[in-house]
């Protein structure tokens, strides 16, 4: 009930955008983020919006929902690929039931640093994780930096897989995410963001998984104090345009998003790179218990999960291609 009325909402308010209200050709172009303002993808978003406003010459109007106002990522993929909304900013991991190739770069362990990451992101895998979108009417227009993500829990420091026997992990909604938990001996909790703190204070789940700006931001730490850095993946933040929106838009348009998108990425690695640091300053100071974790016994229980998700031959091409640009070979 709740995502028909979505739908409704969400519909009509871009079938007046596109309709440009019948005032001298302008759009208002409508994006969701599940950030709220502050967070640096929203931050990279509106700044995105921004440039595309200008270059238009104020054709163009890109208005965000920020907060997860209009829903969890899932439900808005699904309004954005039919083209309920125009743009989505999401983390790859709800792309990865809709789109095999998303999985490689959620993969645990498969990035060596920020700085593999970023190279990955920048090259010929990352075009080719953006271009498979397209068959499922959405656009990849860029990546943005989501920082390593490690557990947190509300019962003690994890330093070894057996250390989390029997907790029940929250997850993000992916197969993937699932089989990674259960691979390290826990029980796994795939539920929105916006569930997760409520699900700790009533003991549903007793920990989740992820980098410092969102530990802090949906205040987890508050209920789960114990930050344990295992670093365990880095799946990227991914913008992403409906097709149907897309299709509306002349070449000449195309361009101003796809340029304005593209710039908007250095200026989200500067938000990230201080907003990691800060929030970890913060957090520490607060009385968080971070632990650092010896990753090589987690990593060696991933192996059959790598097994069972790459198994294309696309897959595999991409993941070579993302573990030969390693800090070895950089
Ligand atoms: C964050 C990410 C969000 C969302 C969230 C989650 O790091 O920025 O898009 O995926 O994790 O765990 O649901």
Known sequence: MLRVSRRIFVGGALAM????????????????????????????FRYFGDLVEQRSGG???????????????????????FGGLDFNRVNLAPLNSIEPLTTIFSLPFLFDSEAHLRRVLDGKPGERVLASLAPHDMIGLCFYDSGA???????????RPSDMRGMKIRVQNSD??????????????????GEVYQGLVQG????AENNWPSYES??????????SLTRHVMA????????????????????IVME???????????????????????LVADGVRVNEVDSEPFRRRMHPVWESFVTSDAQKEIMRAALAMGDGNA
Not at 35 to 40: C, L, N, R, V
Not at 63 to 77: N, S, V, W
Not at 176 to 193: N, S
Not at 236 to 255: G, I, Q, Y
């Open 17 to 44: 955008g596109l309709a440009g209200c019948g005032r001298g050709g302008r759009s208002t172009l409508f994006g969701t983020d599940t950030h709220p303002a502050e967070y640096p993808t929203v931050r990279a």
């Open 59 to 81: 054709r163009l109007r890109v208005k965000i929902f920020p907060g997860g106002q209009l829903g969890a990522e899932r439900d808005t993929l699904e309004i954005t690929s």
């Open 149 to 159: 993500r490690s557990f947190y829990n509300t019962r003690g420091p994890i330093e």
């Open 176 to 193: 993937l995410y699932v089989a990674m938990i259960r691979g390290l001996g826990a029980d796994a909790t795939p539920m929105d963001l």
């Open 204 to 207: 549903v789940i007793d920990g």
């Open 218 to 227: 949906g205040r987890h730490y508050e209920v789960a104090p114990y930050y």
């Open 236 to 255: 990227p933040e991914v913008l992403l345009m409906s097709k149907v929106s897309w299709d509306n838009l002349s070449a000449a348009d195309r361009e």
């Open 260 to 282: 304005s998108a593209r710039e908007s990425v250095p200026y989200m690695r500067g938000l990230w790179d201080a907003r990691v640091a800060a929030a970890q300053e913060a």
